[in-house]
T-cell receptor, first 111, second 109 residues
Framework: EAQVTQNPRYLITVTGKKLTVTCSQNMNHEYMSWYRQDPGLGLRQIYYSMNVEVTDKGDVPEGYKVSRKEKRNFPLILESPSPNQTSLYFCASIGSGDTQYFGPGTRLTVL | GQSLEQPSEVTAVEGAIVQINCTYQ??????LSWYQQHDGGAPTFLSYNALDGLEETGRFSSFLSRSDSYGYLLLQELQMKDSASYFCAVRDNGQNFVFGPGTRLSVLP
């Protein structure tokens, strides 16, 4: 079954404590992306990756890092989280026809 | 800047037809896609248009006019389960995706 998994699903943390949200896909897609979703703003692209070791900034990259060491995994790293990064995060794997397969989401709260 | 505009809310009754419009202003254009998101869930892909015209997938159709920077999603024979948020998205310069703010559709019995 085609799948995108994210972990954790829920996370409450404190300002400045480094965290990583993992994302994995089993569809052998080259293109993967991270989004954050905030009320009234839709989904905003944070970072994307067109292939292994190829990453680029989206519209809201400040405060985030990513890596793409293997095709299936695309972790999102917050090295020093701040309260304005409290949001719902989605990882997506993009196939043909711009079809995006989204993970279940990670709800992050930064206190 | 890059922006997509959609109505914030639409209400319709079961069995009716509803159209959700999307206008876009982006630095480039490769295609317009539509996603459905139920409360508490992840977005799921509905439709994609790269060329002008109508694409039909069951009860859902999507239209694109590149000269007008405009598209719409048409939902026919509305069902209660269609109550959700609908997002349009544009792939602009080839790698970047920009999403609209979403339209909340309420289907009444």
């Amino acid at each position: 079954e085609a799948q995108v998994t994210q972990n954790p699903r829920y996370l409450i943390t404190v300002t400045g404590k480094k965290l990583t949200v993992t994302c994995s896909q089993n569809m052998n897609h080259e293109y993967m992306s991270w989004y954050r979703q905030d009320p009234g703003l839709g989904l905003r692209q944070i970072y994307y990756s067109m292939n292994v070791e190829v990453t680029d900034k989206g519209d809201v990259p400040e405060g985030y890092k990513v890596s793409r060491k293997e095709k299936r995994n695309f972790p999102l790293i917050l090295e020093s989280p701040s309260p304005n990064q409290t949001s719902l995060y989605f990882c997506a794997s993009i196939g043909s026809g711009d079809t995006q397969y989204f993970g279940p989401g990670t709800r992050l709260t930064v206190l | 800047g890059q922006s997509l505009e959609q109505p914030s809310e639409v209400t319709a009754v079961e069995g009716a037809i509803v159209q959700i419009n999307c206008t876009y202003q982006t630095s480039g254009f490769y295609g317009l896609s539509w996603y459905q998101q139920h409360d508490g869930g992840a977005p799921t892909f509905l439709s994609y248009n790269a060329l002008d015209g109508l694409e039909e997938t069951g009860r859902f159709s999507s239209f694109l006019s590149r000269s007008d920077s405009y598209g719409y999603l048409l939902l026919q024979e509305l069902q209660m389960k269609d109550s959700a948020s609908y997002f349009c998205a544009v792939r602009d310069n080839g790698q970047n995706f920009v999403f609209g703010p979403g339209t909340r559709l309420s289907v009444l019995p």
